[in-house]
C-alpha cells in the first residue's frame, strides 16, 4: 500500500461515508412522508418533505461523486466492478430514477401527491438494501470467471445469511438515522407532535438496527473469515461505536436544556449516532484493507496513474476551496433559517 | 442481436433520452437569466412572472435530467468497463471536475428555487448566473470526454500497458474548444427556441386576450433574440467543426458528405442517400466546388475520400443524412430569426402571419432534433473506435450477457418518466394559468416563490 493509494481510498470511504449519511436521511425522509401522509394533523409529512425537497439534488451528487471517485483512483476495480455489477448496478439505477423523478413531480402535483408519494417511499427503502449489497459481493466468494468474464453468483449470494444480515442493517440504519434526524429537524423547527412521533420511532429502530450489526458480525465470521478476524484487531472502535449508540440512547432520556417540558436532546443523539458510524465503518474500511475486491483487487493493483492521480488531487484541494462557501450558505438557508423550518406549507 | 448491438443501443438510448432534459438543463437558466435581468432593468413584472414559470418547468425537467444522467454515468462504468479503465487512467479530470460543476448547480438551484422568497434580488441573479455556469461547465465537461474519444491525446499504449500519461494534454486534446463550443451554444439555442414554441403556441391560442397575448409577445421577441445570436454562433462554430473533422477524422467527413474518391474540387452533396454498390449519393443535389471549400477555405483543397480508408474502418453511411440533417435545420432557424428581426424590426409591424407563427411554433421540437442529429453522428460516425485508432468499441464491452433484458426495462423507464414529465408540466401549468398571476401583484421587493 502506497502512501497514494492509501490517501486515495480515504478520500473515497469519506465520499461513501458522506453518502451514506445524507442518503438514509433522504430515502429515510420518502420513506416517512409516505407513513405519516395521511397523519395532517403531525405535520410529520411536512417536516419530512421541507427537509427533503431542497437536499436530493445535493445528495444525489454524492453518488455520482462516488461513481467517479472509484472510476478514477481505482480503475482496474472498476472493470471488474462494472462487469460483476450490470444487473444490480441498473436495478439500483432504474429505482433511483423512478424515486428521483416522482419524487419531483410529487411536489409539483398535488392532486397525484399521495400515488407519487407511495413510488417514491417505497423504492425509497428498496435502494439503501441493493446499494449495501455492494459490500458483500466485494467480500469474495461471489464472484467466479467463467471465458476470462467476470460473473456473479447470484444464487451463492442470494442464500448468503450474511447478505440479509447486510441488507436488514442497511433497512433499519436508513430508518434509524432518518428518524432520528428528522427529530432533531422537528425539535429545532418546535414542532412538537413530529418531534414526539420521530423521537419514538428512533428510539424503536435503534435497538433493531444494532442487533442488525451483530448479526452481521456473527454470520461474517463464516461467509468472509478473513474480514472478521481482521475486524476482531480493531476492537476498540467497535467498543466505541458501541458506548456511542448508548450515548444516544441516553440522550434521548435527557431533559432538553433549552425548554422545560421537553425530553430528549436530539442534537447530541445525533452526533453521538454519527461518531457511532463514524467508528463502525472506520473500523470494517480499515479492515477490508488491502483488498477493495478480496481477492482479486488490492488498493495497489487497481490504482490509476500516478500523473493523473497528482492532477485529481490539485482539483480536490481546488474545487473543496470553491464549494466549501456554497456548502456553508446553503445550509445557513435550510438547515439554520427558521423562517424556511417553519413554515406551514412545504 | 449479439451483445456488442445490444449494448450500442441501450447507451445510445439511454444517451438520446438524457439529452434532451440536459440541453434545456443548459439552455433554459440562461433564459431565465435574461427575464431576471430584464425584470431588474425594465421592472415589468412580466419578466418576473416568465423567470418564475420557467424556472417551475425547469425545477420539474431536473427531475428527469438528473436520474437519467446518473443513469448514464453509472451505465458508462457497466456497459463500457474497458473503456472506462483507460478513462480513469488518462482522462479522469474532466469527470472529476464536472462533479464540482454539478455541486454548483445543485446547490444554488436549491437556493433559487425554494429560497427565492429569503434572499435579495442580487443573491437571485447571482444564483442563476451559477445555475448557468454549473449548468454550461458540465456539458464542456462531459463533452469534452467525447472530443477526447475523437482526439485522443496525452498517452500511449505501449504492449497493452498506459504509458506517458499527461493528464492536462488529455484535457486540453485538440478538438476540446471546437466541439465544447458547439455544445454550448447549441444548447443555448436549443433553451431559447423552446421557449419561442411554446409562446407562439400560446399566442395563437390567446388571440382574444390582449393581456395574455403580449405576455407571451414579450417572451417570444427575448428568445427570437437569444436564439438567432445563438444559431448564428452555432453555425459558424460548425463549420470550424467540420474542418476539425477534415483535419482530426478525415473517415467520417467522408461519410458525413458521401465522399467516395479522394479529389480537390470537391463537390458539397446536399439530401439524398449515400449508395455503397455505386459509390455515390442518390437523389441528393451537389454543388460543386463547396467541399473543398468548407473544409480548407480553398476550393483547392483535398478532402480524402472513404476508399482511401479500408472498409471496416469506414463509419455507418447514413450519417450523411444526419449530418444534412443538422445543417438543414440550423440554417433554417438562422433564417427565421432573421424573418423574425426584419418584420418585427425593420418593418416595424407587431402581429407576424399565421405561416410565420407556424414555423416558431416548431422551431423548438426541430432544434432538439437537431441535437440528437448531431450526437448520434458524432457518436455513431465514430465506429467502429470507442478511442479513434487506439481502442474499438467490440474490445471494450462487458463481458456480460444479460443486456438484452435491461435494454427493454430501461427503455420501459424512459418511456415512463417522459409521458410523466409531460403530464406533470400539463397538470401544473394548466392550474396556474398565467392569467391568475398576471392579474395578481408581486410582493414589492420584486421577490418570489416558486414553490
Ligand atoms: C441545435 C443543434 C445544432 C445545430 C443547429 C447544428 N449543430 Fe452541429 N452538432 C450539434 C448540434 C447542432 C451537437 C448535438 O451539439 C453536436 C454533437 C456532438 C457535438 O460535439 O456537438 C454536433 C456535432 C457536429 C459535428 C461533429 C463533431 C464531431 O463529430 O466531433 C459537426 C461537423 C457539426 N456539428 C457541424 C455543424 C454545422 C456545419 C452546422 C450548421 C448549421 C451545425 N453543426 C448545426
Ligand atoms: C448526449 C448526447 C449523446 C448521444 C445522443 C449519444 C449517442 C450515442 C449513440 C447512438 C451511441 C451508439 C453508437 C453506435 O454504436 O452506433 C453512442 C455510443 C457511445 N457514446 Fe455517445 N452520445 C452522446 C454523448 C456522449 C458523450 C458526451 C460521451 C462521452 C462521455 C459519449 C460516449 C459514448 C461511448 C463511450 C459510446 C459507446 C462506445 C461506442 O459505441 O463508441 N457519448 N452514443
Ligand atoms: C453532451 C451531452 C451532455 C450534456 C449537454 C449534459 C448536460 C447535463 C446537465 C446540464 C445536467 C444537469 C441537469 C440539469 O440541470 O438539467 C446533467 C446531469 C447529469 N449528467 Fe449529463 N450531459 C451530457 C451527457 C452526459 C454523459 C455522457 C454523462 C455520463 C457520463 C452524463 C452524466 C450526467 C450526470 C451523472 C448527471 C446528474 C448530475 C447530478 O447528480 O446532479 N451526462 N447533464
Sequence with gaps: ?346 | MDDLVLARSLFGTTMGFHIIFATLGVGLPLMILCAELLYQKTKDHDYAIMAKRWTKGQAVLLGVAIPTGTIAGVQLALLWPGFMEVIGKVMALPFQIEIYAFFIEALFMSIYVYAADRISPKMRILSVSLVLLGASASAVLITNVHAFEGTPAGFRIENGEIVDVDPWAAFFNPSFFISAAHVAVSAYMTGAFIICTISAFKMLKNRKNQRVFSFHRKALMLSLAIGGIFSLLTALNGHESAQMLHEYQPEKLAAAEGLFETQDYAPLAIGGFTDKETQEIKYGIEIPWALSFLAGNSFETKVIGLNDFPEEYWPPLFVHTLFNGMVLIGSFLIFLSMVGFVWNKLLKKTHFPKPIMFAFVIAGPLSLLSIEFGWIFACTGRQPWVIYRILKTADVVTGSTQIGVLFILFTLIYVILGVAVLLVLKYYFKRHPVENELDGDLPPNGSMSVY
Design chain 1, 1 to 346: 500500500m502506497t502512501a497514494d493509494s492509501l490517501l486515495a481510498i480515504t478520500v473515497l470511504w469519506g465520499f461513501v461515508f458522506i453518502y451514506a449519511v445524507m442518503a438514509t436521511m433522504d430515502f429515510g425522509a420518502g420513506f416517512w412522508s409516505m407513513i405519516y401522509i395521511n397523519k395532517e394533523k403531525t405535520n410529520a409529512t411536512n417536516i419530512a418533505n421541507r427537509y427533503l425537497s431542497p437536499t436530493w439534488e445535493v445528495t444525489n451528487v454524492f453518488i455520482v461523486a462516488i461513481v467517479i471517485a472509484l472510476v478514477s483512483f481505482f480503475p482496474g476495480a472498476t472493470f471488474i466492478l462494472g462487469t460483476v455489477l450490470l444487473l444490480p448496478g441498473s436495478f439500483i439505477l432504474i429505482l433511483l430514477a423512478l424515486r428521483s423523478g416522482f419524487l419531483v413531480f410529487s411536489h409539483v402535483a398535488k392532486d397525484y401527491e399521495k400515488a407519487l408519494t407511495y413510488v417514491s417511499g417505497i423504492s425509497g427503502f428498496i435502494i439503501p438494501a441493493l446499494l449495501m449489497l455492494v459490500l458483500p459481493i466485494t467480500h469474495g466468494g461471489y464472484i467466479e470467471v467463467i471465458n476470462d468474464v467476470h460473473q456473479l453468483k447470484f444464487d451463492a449470494l442470494l442464500t448468503s445469511p450474511n447478505t440479509y444480515a447486510f441488507i436488514g442493517f442497511a433497512v433499519s440504519s436508513t430508518l434509524f438515522l432518518s428518524s432520528l434526524l428528522l427529530a432533531d429537524y422537528s425539535n429545532v423547527a418546535d414542532e412538537l407532535e413530529a418531534y414526539r412521533v420521530y423521537r419514538r420511532d428512533a428510539l424503536i429502530l435503534g435497538p433493531i438496527s444494532l442487533i442488525m450489526a451483530i448479526f452481521i458480525m456473527l454470520t461474517l465470521k463464516n461467509e468472509a473469515n478473513w474480514l472478521y478476524t481482521n475486524m476482531l484487531d480493531y476492537m476498540p472502535y467497535l467498543i466505541g461505536s458501541v458506548v456511542s449508540f448508548f450515548i444516544a440512547g441516553t440522550a434521548l432520556f435527557l431533559p432538553s436544556a433549552k425548554h422545560n417540558h421537553r425530553i430528549g436532546r436530539p442534537r447530541l443523539a445525533v452526533i453521538a449516532v454519527t461518531i457511532q458510524y463514524l467508528l463502525a465503518s472506520f473500523a470494517y474500511g480499515r479492515a477490508h484493507l488491502p483488498y477493495m475486491i478480496y481477492p482479486d483487487v488490492t488498493i495497489q493493483s487497481g490504482f490509476t496513474h500516478p500523473n493523473t492521480f497528482r492532477a485529481l488531487f490539485i482539483t480536490y484541494i481546488v474545487g473543496f476551496l470553491i464549494l466549501f462557501p456554497g456548502f456553508v450558505y446553503f445550509w445557513k438557508l435550510f438547515m439554520k433559517d427558521k423562517r424556511y423550518m417553519k413554515q406551514n406549507e412545504s
